[in-house]
Structures are given as C-alpha cells and as structure tokens.
C-alpha cells in the first residue's frame, strides 16, 4: 500500500486557522478557494465551521 506524502504541513495549517480562520485562510492555503471564500463571506460559518476545521485540518493535506 503506497503512502501518500503531504503537500502542505499541518502546523501551519493550524497557525492560520488559529489567526485567520475565521476569514478562511487556512482553506486556502489547503487549496480550498470555494470554501475559502465561503468562510470569508460568513465568519467561518459563524464560528461552527471553524470550530469544526480544528479536527479536520490533519486530514486536508
């Protein structure tokens, strides 16, 4: 079974979503621009969403 190798680091990952996640820079970052911009436009989903990212960010990579 082949590995698959991550293209962006999680620690930065979380940096962003801690400092910007509200405005969906961590999304972007992961090269997720529709729900980048989705986060912008409501305040992470008015703070669900973003609160939600914490757990999934190790698994957008």
């Known amino acids: 079974m082949q590995q698959q190798k ?10 962003l979503w801690f400092f910007g996640g509200i405005f ?11 729900t980048g911009l989705l986060w912008m436009l409501t305040a ?3 703070l669900i969403g973003w609160i939600v990212d914490a757990f999934l960010i190790p698994g957008m990579n």
């Open 24 to 34: 969906g820079y961590h999304r972007f970052y992961y090269g997720r621009q529709l």
């Open 6 to 15: 991550e293209t962006h680091l999680t620690p930065i990952g979380y940096l």
């Open 44 to 46: 992470g989903l008015l």
